[in-house]
T-cell receptor, first 115, second 114 residues
Framework: EAGVAQSPRYKIIEKRQSVAFWCNPISGHATLYWYQQILGQGPKLLIQFQNNGVVDDSQLPKDRFSAERLKGVDSTLKIQPAKLEDSAVYLC?????????????FGPGTRLTVL | AQSVSQHNHHVILSEAASLELGCNYSYGGTVNLFWYVQYPGQHLQLLLKYFSGDPLVKGIKGFEAEFIKSKFSFNLRKPSVQWSDTAEYFCAVNADSSASKIIFGSGTRLSIRP
């Protein structure tokens, strides 16, 4: 089966610019996650969707980050405006549903560098 | 709040050596525990998980982990490592089986000398 797809793979922007990342989960997976992984740290959950609804966005910096999953399939994560500390790998993952025993499958990530 | 500690940031071993990577979590209730692995150039993937039952869990590629509740630990082990085990290993914890939010540790980079 096809895995989680993400694009772009790499992005370099200057601070205060905007950027958007795209994720297409595994077909049939109801739950979608966006994680931020800063160099030297583990992934940190930013937002979790169940179909097209937000389940958890408690760690999303809502003043600059936004995400949507309008049709309950693919999703976009946006940063506007970007700060230097947003440099990280942004990982998208999906699972069959939100029960913890369902394995999360991760995409390749988008490496963002903010100059 | 839940947290996960991986005290070894970088471990270097020779092939055939035995491996144990430490993982401790802070949460007093029932937890679900995971080890994820990221091989060079590949996606993060699940190595093994513990939800209930036998505290000794076996995963892919000969890895196993033991849940010791009294020590709040879930250490990863492999009796004999191979060069192909070179990767970054992340321990993670979930404290709500009905919700899939997991908290990751900071990871341990494992380098195997051929």
């Amino acid at each position: 089966e096809a895995g989680v797809a993400q694009s772009p793979r790499y992005k370099i922007i200057e601070k205060r610019q905007s950027v958007a990342f795209w994720c297409n989960p595994i077909s049939g997976h109801a739950t979608l996650y966006w994680y931020q992984q800063i160099l030297g740290q583990g992934p940190k959950l930013l937002i979790q969707f169940q179909n097209n609804g937000v389940v958890d966005d408690s760690q999303l910096p809502k003043d600059r980050f936004s995400a949507e999953r309008l049709k309950g399939v693919d999703s976009t994560l946006k940063i506007q405006p970007a700060k230097l500390e947003d440099s990280a790998v942004y990982l998208c993952a999906s699972s069959l549903d939100r029960a913890a025993y369902n394995e999360q499958f991760f995409g390749p990530g988008t490496r963002l560098t903010v100059l | 709040a839940q947290s996960v500690s991986q005290h070894n940031h970088h471990v270097i071993l020779s092939e055939a050596a035995s491996l144990e990577l430490g993982c401790n979590y802070s949460y007093g209730g029932t937890v679900n525990l995971f080890w994820y692995v990221q091989y060079p150039g590949q996606h993060l993937q699940l190595l093994l998980k513990y939800f209930s039952g036998d505290p000794l869990v076996k995963g892919i590629k000969g890895f196993e982990a033991e849940f010791i509740k009294s020590k709040f630990s879930f250490n990863l082990r492999k009796p004999s490592v191979q060069w192909s085990d070179t990767a970054e290993y992340f321990c993670a914890v979930n404290a709500d089986s009905s919700a899939s939010k997991i908290i990751f540790g900071s990871g341990t980079r494992l380098s195997i000398r051929p």
